[in-house]
């Protein structure tokens, strides 16, 4: 699916914030988002009817010149999807001197609609999801960090609402990939089942959506449609703290869909019992079912993060620029998908190859650059690690050849990346002389110079290191 579209409306945005004070941009134009945009007609995204309602009272005319400068005169029409409820499409002739007339609301194919019998289960339209297409389980990638949440995510995705992970409450620090992976979420359940009413938005979001209800005294219709919802994603569930009113009626639609074993998610910045201003009743339902962490990406999955985006772009950066990024680059996604552009942009800009000093300069003023200090546990666990061997071992005086070899390594990065003396070294690796750790230091280089097996090891001994 090409994302042209967003692009295009992108630069709508560009124009208008240079038209229209901050205030107004930041509440009626960046809520606003780009459906689709075929065959000359443009579908936006709005929150509620009251919302387009109002750009078309206060905005229609900068709105009608702005998309003919980004778009051309070749567009025709303006239609408005309204997230909430799937309203019949409101049009718009952008060549017109009109103001636009709204569809009728109450009609469907030309006939009356009956009124709503409160009693009788209300049918709804296709719901338009929300999911990012880029956002699956296949690029997802899985390391420590993120394990237990992947698991539970693929096993909610097979089984909605029927498994013991309802609500399943994924917490962590932002740019972590809460949001990818409760959209993979959504994407597998409509992948196996395309009728299923799956739905992902934001608090913040759902918040505006039921102070527009309140507004115009549809607080009930508002419920009715969240009920509806067979798997309700929701991402920054801390942004309903201290909206009472706004927690209250999620309290209902919580209880409903859950009771009916339709499945929720929510992500969130922080675990379930570090919440302050959301009301104790909710708060307790969201330790009903599982709460996972997803910790920031450790080095393998780093690593993995930057090839993908590589590939995804069509971009050519060796090994060695990837492995500095994914050592440097620690605090989330973001960051590193951000410095693989930066990094392009300068190679571009300077008509530069993409080289590590070229990286490190990017790097550099990207990020805060912290080096990590090295001491002789950081070293014993690092070849433990990659040796799948207990601390323990290493320490013994076993002489079979495995565990020398893994001693004599241990010792001799210890001595490289550390200002112990050798009598130190020898002391905390299993009650050595300093005698027995130089002849492991001289043993190990020279076997670096003949051995590429054990230069291979070394260096990914020394990628731990600085993980």
């Not at 007609?41 to 980004?70: A, G, Q």
């Not at 409760?182 to 089942?193: D, L, S, T, W, Y």
């Not at 709460?291 to 950066?317: C, M, W, Y």
């Not at 050798?422 to 230091?441: E, F, P, Q």
């Amino acid at each position: 699916m090409s994302l042209e579209h967003v692009a295009l409306w992108d630069k709508c945005l560009s124009i208008i914030k240079d038209n229209v004070d901050e205030v107004a941009y930041e509440k009626w134009f960046v809520p606003i988002k780009s459906h689709s945009y075929d065959n000359n007609v443009l579908v936006l995204h709005v929150p509620s009817d009251f919302f387009r309602e109002y750009i078309e009272e206060h905005y229609i005319e900068l709105l009608k010149t702005v998309l003919v400068r980004v778009y051309g005169n070749k567009i025709q029409k303006l239609l408005y999807k309204v997230t909430v409820v799937e309203n019949p499409a409101t049009t718009v002739n952008i060549l017109s001197p009109e103001k636009s007339i709204p569809v009728a609301r109450n009609m469907r194919q030309g006939l009356p609609v009956e009124p709503t019998n409160p009693f009788q289960a209300q049918e709804y339209d296709d719901l338009a999801s929300q999911l990012n297409p880029y956002y699956t389980f296949n690029n997802y990638y899985s390391s420590n960090s993120n394990k237990v949440a992947r698991i539970t995510g693929e096993a909610v995705a097979a089984s909605p609402g029927n498994n013991p992970f309802n609500p399943m409450f994924i917490y962590g620090e932002s740019g972590v990939g809460k949001t990818h992976l409760v959209q993979a979420i959504g994407a597998k359940i409509k992948e196996q089942n395309p009728r299923s009413r799956v739905l992902y938005l934001s608090a913040n979001l759902f918040q505006q959506q039921y102070t527009t209800a309140v507004r115009n005294n549809q607080v009930n219709d508002f419920i009715n449609f969240y009920q509806s919802i067979d798997v309700l994603l929701m991402d920054d569930i801390q942004e309903f703290a201290g909206k009472t009113q706004t927690q209250n009626t999620f309290f209902h639609i919580f209880n409903h869909l859950h009771l009916n074993n339709k499945q929720l998610v929510l992500t969130c910045d922080r675990p379930p019992v570090e919440l302050e201003g959301i009301v104790p009743r909710l708060l307790t339902r969201f330790k009903w079912g599982l709460q996972t962490e997803v910790e920031r990406p450790d080095f393998s999955l780093r690593r993995d993060i930057l090839h993908n985006k590589i590939e995804r772009d069509g971009l050519t950066i060796s090994d060695d620029i990837v492995d500095y990024i994914a050592r440097n680059v620690t605090d989330n996604v973001r960051d590193l998908e951000g410095t693989i552009v930066s990094l392009m942009a300068h190679a571009m800009a300077f008509n530069h190859d993409v080289t590590l000093d070229l990286a490190e300069q990017v790097v550099a003023r990207s990020v805060k650059m912290v080096k990590k200090q090295i001491t002789i546990d950081t070293v014993r666990n690092a070849v433990c690690s990659y040796y799948n061997m207990k601390p323990e071992t290493l320490v013994t005086r076993s002489r079979k050849r495995e565990i020398v070899v893994a001693r004599q390594v241990a010792m001799y990065l210890t001595k490289k990346h550390t200002t112990m003396a050798l009598a130190g070294i020898g002391s905390l690796l299993g009650r050595y002389d300093h005698a027995t750790v130089l002849h492991a230091c001289k043993t190990i280089e020279g076997q670096m110079q003949v051995d590429k097996e054990l230069q291979k090891s070394l260096d990914e001994i020394e990628k731990l290191l600085v993980a």
